[in-house]
């Protein structure tokens, strides 16, 4: 048997998403089968609609499937009750959001250190400060996230996001609610930090330039996912060798 | 729109606090309305009918016209004294002629097997009036004359038979001095007495009894009508000791019912705070899309009045159910059955319950209209604080207003709103400052604290609004609380078990020692002795008075009868001064007199008055130089009229005492009736017993509508906690997805509503402690106990419920999928 080095830090299985709306029953997302292994940086597209947000809360289990299971650092998250999940989550995970997501009542530096605290980490106060300064808001510590601008927000919550070194970086639509300057600046600023931190990068997009920049892409239309046939032969070569 | 926002949950908040608001307003209304017709006909039966009129003279037809036109029921009872006899033993009794009906309230109860007596298990309840030819007489009567059943005795030139023994009276207080053996005739064979002539002292009564209104209105026909020489009585003018009691708990009650409110309004104004800033972004989008500020208006308008409308009406439906509810748990105390409660309740809830909504929802409604359209593109835009803080500004009138008219009593009822507004202010001043505080102190803190107080100073707006409201409804319960226990303490202290409950009057000089060996014999402590002289007032000053002087009836009567007048080297412990001052020792030589000061008021008698007594037919003056104030609900001996020992020692005295004696010990009654002839035995046992058992009852109702505003509390509470769910919804799922465990989430809820609660529940036991006082001291006349565990209780009542409630109230808020909450944020 081939072994492969490279355990996948994510792995999906024929998930399937259904929700209930009133009568109806509306299928966002189903057949979807991935791999992602440490390292890589993969880009998610598709039209709005498409299922990339929905997916991406699965594959943190910010929500639960109704068929499937997907795997974290060789977890299967689902069969962990929800404290343990977000326990993982805190561990293995960053997040970053197209509308930030940060604390309003916290600073900024408040809000870098609230993961770190949430794990118990000691020094939380000097490693948020030190992330802060590497997005260059050294200035910024105590402000709150209403007295800083769309892009300043976007940095406090990638240092948030970098603060527990997570192994994989999750990234739904960074640049979404940013003019096209900032947005770019962000994206550099990701791929920096993901490159220092070796992280593993899972990206949701429909700017085709920030996509070409991932070694993998993954597209999502009516919620399943379309791609280019020898990637599917690959990937599955890959699965049934695992 | 109100059903879409109904389905989105927008309004459950709202309709919630206003159900519980009027719901808990017409709870109290109702049932206070209830009991209050209870127990005023429970203590009318110690009038045997709710209201009478007494008269020299006979009264006439127009009297009976008129209640039988209002539909009321009547009996006549004709009221003499005559010496009864039996073969050569007699007695002077006092004789009642009833006509059939009664008695109109309470019952009468007969022991129809004479012999059976010493049981009181055997005795029945009398299902009409003595037939024709029949006599019905007291124990004390059959003792003396030796009756037993079937035997005739003579009153006046007729013969009537003995055929039972009354065991109970209803009537038995009207004339609480009436010291003689009582018998009961029908009113038909009063003629053939003979007895009825002119110039016999004879009472004429007519007893009345039917429902409330009908009973108000006759009353208030009859007042002018009524002749020199007739009087009306109802129970409140009969036993000044359930007037109090009523009037205390009623004025409980209807604090009560203002608690309610004042918890209400803060539920209200909590929920439509929410209310306003979910729906900033609906109105900044539509006023961007240029609808006008009177389109705004209207829409919200209609949406709250009828939303309002609904509500009062569940809330009415609410206070009515668990009125039933109460009765049904009540009705084992209240003998007669409630009677049915009056509409006027329901419509007072639904009143309050839409003044209380338009006064607290107008004003932030108004402001809703003019939010800026800018919100659209900055969201953080939204009304100046100042502006919604002042909106609040209506609501406080319009509570205000709702006080004086809920309160019937308008001190009182400036008593609370001044005590509330002014608590509000100085709860808000303080709480800016302390929020402020705190808030820097969170950087020295860790962990859950931390994040505690950050949530707090984030909304410090929302937490000193949550703070306040908070505050005000632990400080609305404390002073409940606090008052509740004095009254229900008061109570029960004035009627302790062992309050006398017999009473011996004429006792001689020279029967004070064989007395105490009596009581020795049968290991009873000696009860207090009290010197008694009788006198007639007969002048005031240079003015000399008669039972014509006066027109007040209160007054005839008291100078037609003599006064019953001690001396006294001490003031008596339950009595205290009110004016002038008690003599000392060696004023004991002087003509001095100290007057309670009701009879002085009644009778305008002023401090420095010369009064003339007429005193066994010569004349004792003495100068008024003190007035006293006198416990007259606690059934101990007490006189009118006190000099010092030396004054009276000269004029015919004789004693009297007073104890308590336990229903098995009636032997021990019937020897001391046999040793001491002479004495006469007033046995207040069953008033007693009646008025305990009144007390017991008002008490058992004021815990149960404590119970009601309780829940108004919880209302608050919820309401309160509810008000910042959206954020903390949202909270919850960021912190979630960065990794916190429910627990963790929790503890720094749980810090951020201890430090809430713990201010509002300091807030709460200071403002209790003031108003509490003010309320007892000055509306409810009550000692007021200054009670230190009182900021204990608030601030643990605060931290433990305000977070329990909140834990509770955001439980669920852990349980949604953070995905699903972050999609509807962005
Ligand atoms: N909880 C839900 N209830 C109903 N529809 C949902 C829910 N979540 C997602 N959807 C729908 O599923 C589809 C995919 O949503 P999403 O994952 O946000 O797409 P994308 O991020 O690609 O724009 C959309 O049509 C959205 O309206
Ligand atoms: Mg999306």
Known sequence: MVQNIKQPILRVNSIRKQVNTGEIQLTILQNINLVVNAGEAVAIVGASGSGKSTLLGLLAGLDIPTEGKVYLDGVDIFSLDEDDRAVLRGKV?????????????????????????????????????????????????????????????????????????????????????????????????????????????????????????????????????????????????????? | MLSRDWRAGELHVLTLALVIAVGGMTTVGFFSDRVQLALSQESNQLLGADLLIISDHPLSAHYVDEATRVGLKISSVTKFHSMISNGDDNMLADIKAVTAGYPLRGKLHLAINMAQILSPEKTQVADSIPERGVVWVDEKLMIR????????????????????????????????????????????????????????????????????????????????????????????????????????????????????????????????????????????????????????????????????????????????????????????????????????????????????????????????RSVPALRVLRRDIGLPNAQSLSAYALGTIVLSLLFLWKAND???????????????????????????????????????????????????????????????????LLVLSLIRDDLVREWQ???????????????????????????????????????????????????????????????????????????????????????????????????????????????????G???????????????????????????????????????????????????????????????????????????VAIVIEQVQAMIAQVSKAIEFVFLFTLLAGFAVLYAAIVSTQDERIYEAAIFRTLGAKKKQLTRAWAAEFAILGGLAGIFAAAGASILGFVIGHYALNLDYTFNPWIWLTGFLTGVIGVTIAGLIGTRSTLSTPPLLTLRKVS
């Open chain 2, 145 to 368: 004359l030796g009756l037993k059943q079937g035997d005739m005795v003579d009153i006046g030139a007729t013969q009537l038979t003995v055929a039972a023994l009354i065991m109970r009276e209803p009537d038995y207080s009207v004339g609480f001095m009436a010291v003689h053996p009582r018998v009961l005739i029908n009113a038909a064979d009063l003629p053939a007495t003979g007895l009825i002539q002119q110039g016999s002292r004879i009472k004429y009564h007519l007893m009345l009894a039917g429902e409330v209104d009908a009973i108000e209105k006759y009353r208030e026909w009859v007042l002018p009508q009524l002749l020199h020489g007739q009087q009306l009585e109802g129970i409140r003018d009969a036993r000044p000791e359930i007037k109090s009691a009523l009037e205390r708990a009623e004025k409980f009650l209807s604090l009560a019912a203002l608690a309610s409110v004042v918890l209400a309004a803060a539920a209200i104004a909590l929920a439509v705070r929410r209310f306003t800033q979910r729906h900033l972004d609906g109105c900044a989008v539509m006023r961007s899309m240029g609808a006008r500020q009177s389109t705004l208006l209207s829409l919200y308008l209609y949406y709250f009045i009828a939303m309002g409308i609904m509500a009062s009406i569940l809330g009415c439906l609410f206070g009515f159910g668990a009125q039933e509810f109460l009765t049904y748990w009540l009705s084992g105390l209240v003998e007669a059955g409630l009677p049915w409660p009056s509409w006027l309740p329901a419509i007072h809830g639904m009143l309050v319950g839409m003044v209380l909504l338009l006064g607290f929802a107008l004003p932030p409604l108004l402001n809703l």
């Open chain 2, 410 to 476: 308008v001190r009182l009822g400036f008593y609370i709103i001044s005590g509330f507004i002014a608590a509000v202010m100085i709860f808000g001043l303080f709480g800016f400052f302390l929020v402020k505080l705190l808030s820097g102190m969170r950087h020295q803190t860790g962990g859950a604290w931390r994040y505690g107080l950050a949530s707090i100073q984030r909304r410090s707006i929302s937490s000193l609004v949550q703070t306040i409201a908070l505050g005000l409804g632990i400080m609305a």
């Open chain 2, 493 to 607: 202290g004035s009627l302790p078990p062992d309050v006398p409950n017999q009473f011996l009057v004429n006792i001689q000089a020279d029967q004070l020692l064989l007395l105490e060996d009596f009581f020795n014999q049968y290991n009873i402590e000696q009860p207090p002795v009290f010197p008694m002289v009788r006198g007639r007032l007969i002048q005031i000053n240079d003015k000399v008075i008669s039972a014509e002087t006066f027109s007040n009836p209160h007054a005839e009567q008291l100078v037609r009868r003599e006064f019953n007048m001690s001396w006294a080297n001490d003031l008596p412990h339950d009595n205290k001064i009110v004016a002038g001052e008690w003599w000392e020792n060696e004023d004991t030589d002087k003509a001095v007199i100290s007057i309670e000061e009701g009879v002085a008021k009644t009778l305008g008698i002023r401090l």
């Open chain 2, 609 to 683: 008055d010369q009064l003339h007594y007429d005193v066994a037919g010569s004349t004792l003056t003495a100068t008024v130089t003190s007035m006293r104030k006198v416990d007259w609900d606690t059934f101990q001996v007490n006189f009118f009229v006190v000099t010092p020992p030396r004054l009276l020692e000269n004029y015919p005295v004789s004693y009297i005492t007073s104890f308590h004696m336990q229903p098995s010990q009636n032997h021990i009654m019937h020897e001391l009736v046999r040793t001491f002839p002479n004495f006469l035995v007033i046995d």
């Open chain 1, 93 to 242: 995970l960053g997040f970053v959001f197209q509308s930030f997501q940060l604390l309003p009542a916290l600073t900024a530096i408040e809000n870098v250190m609230l993961p770190l605290e949430l794990l118990g980490i000691r020094n939380a106060e000097a490693t948020s400060k030190q992330l802060l300064m590497r997005v260059g808001l050294e200035k910024r510590l105590k402000h709150y996230p209403k007295q800083l601008s769309g892009g300043e927000q976007q940095r406090v919550a990638i240092a948030r996001a970098f603060a527990t070194d997570p192994k994989l970086l999750l990234a739904d639509e960074p640049t979404g609610n940013l003019d096209s300057v900032t947005g770019t600046q962000i994206i550099e600023l990701m791929f920096e930090l993901n490159r220092e931190h070796g992280t593993t990068l899972v990206l949701v997009t429909h700017d085709e330039a920030i996509s070409k920049r991932c070694s993998r892409q993954i597209r999502l239309a009516s919620g399943q996912i379309v791609q280019a046939p020898e990637q599917a032969f690959l990937e599955r070569a890959q699965g049934a060798a695992n």
